[in-house]
């Protein structure tokens, strides 16, 4: 799914980029981690604990490490990157410092007012990624964020009339949200948005009461047969890959044992400027020290960061790319 801002010819460019950065083994995608400051409460997560201090020591650039990775793909992301008043600046220098890049913003969505998402896209965002486990207050307790789930529906329609036309959910599939996740792709599609789909791991607190197991796994097995098949439906809502989905029953069985290859064709680079191979791995060094991540034996997690790295190129991808949500018909 491709934001208007974007035509087909650009596809060629994207995949001789990717050509080029995966021959010299640099990261295809940066994460940029604005801020680790966050204004939600999940269970899940220990950002929202940063001192409000720790806003002193971020970077008031990331243009520098943009231009050194010059990576095909670029996020910016927290934290909640939105706590940023100059996450506008940050954007336009960042994509000043990078010719040909995708530029995607992970928001909790609960500051994600039209005004800001349009000013945000025009500083150089090409898409708009916004979590969303639940369709209901299930969410808003989730986030510790009343009403978070009602502001995201009633903001989507407003963004797009500003000409907003790419956004997706980023969507964590736990024990307790299975039966949401069909239902919430076809509320996506309704809508005219994408899907970004990954498995809980409690890789970020140690919050084991969402992981999924033996017991969920029939339930899992269905759903991701059905999630299959609305992808051959309908390309471009569902933009994870069909090889990351085939892999989920696999993780949830205990099955998956192929070493990580998180850190070598995505980095996250934290807010002061140190890098990562993973959200939830420690830094190693500054990116001016940046040294080429080997695979690792890690099995905490198996988050589209570390399925997604996996992933074959396969004519599905390409239709992935290639497949709109705009004008989509309900489901
Ligand atoms: S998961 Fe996201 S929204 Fe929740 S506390 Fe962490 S950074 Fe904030
Ligand atoms: S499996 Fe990979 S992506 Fe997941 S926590 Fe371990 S190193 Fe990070």
């Known amino acids: 799914m491709l934001t208007s801002r974007f ?196 890789a970020k607190n140690g919050n084991a009461s969402h992981l999924l197991g033996d017991a969920h796994a029939r339930d899992v097995d269905d759903l991701i047969a059905a999630l299959l098949d609305f992808k051959r439906r309908h390309r471009g809502v569902i933009t994870s890959s069909d090889y990351y989905l085939r892999q989920i029953p696999r993780y949830v069985r205990g099955e998956l044992r192929d070493p990580c290859r998180s850190g070598i064709r995505t980095i996250h680079i934290d807010p002061v400027g140190h890098v990562k191979r993973c959200p939830d791995f420690p830094t190693d060094f500054h990116w001016r020290d940046y040294r080429r991540y080997t695979p690792i034996g890690c099995d905490a997690c198996y988050y589209a960061c570390r399925g997604e790295a996996q992933a074959p190129l396969e004519w599905s991808r390409v239709q992935d790319v290639l497949g709109s949500t705009r004008g989509a018909p309900p489901a």
Not at 50 to 65: M, W
Not at 76 to 86: A, K, N, V
Request: with cysteine; hydrophobic share 40%; charged share 20%.
């Open 7 to 202: 035509r087909p010819y650009h596809v060629p460019l994207f995949i001789g980029k990717y050509a080029w950065l995966v021959a010299r083994r640099m990261p295809v995608l940066v994460h940029f981690e604005v801020t680790l400051r966050c204004n939600a409460r999940c269970g899940f997560c220990d950002y929202w604990k940063t001192h409000p201090s720790a806003r002193d020591h971020e970077l008031t650039s990331f243009a520098d490490a943009a231009r050194f990775f010059n990576p095909m793909m670029i996020t910016f992301t927290g934290g909640e990157p939105l706590l940023r008043r100059d996450l506008e600046d940050l954007v336009r220098a960042v994509s000043s410092a990078v010719r040909l890049k995708y530029v995607a913003l992970i928001t909790h969505g609960a500051m994600l007012t039209p005004e800001r998402g349009r000013s945000l896209w025009d500083a150089g965002v090409h898409q708009f990624n916004i979590s969303l486990d639940y369709l209901d207050e299930r969410h808003d307790r989730a986030r510790g964020i009343p009403g978070l789930a009602a502001r995201i529906f009633a903001n989507i329609p407003a963004l797009q009339s500003r000409g907003i036309d790419n956004i997706r959910f980023n969507t964590v599939i736990k024990n307790d949200n299975v039966d949401q996740i069909l239902p919430l792709v076809h509320r996506a599609h309704e809508l005219g948005v994408g899907v970004n789909l990954s498995v809980y791991t409690d």
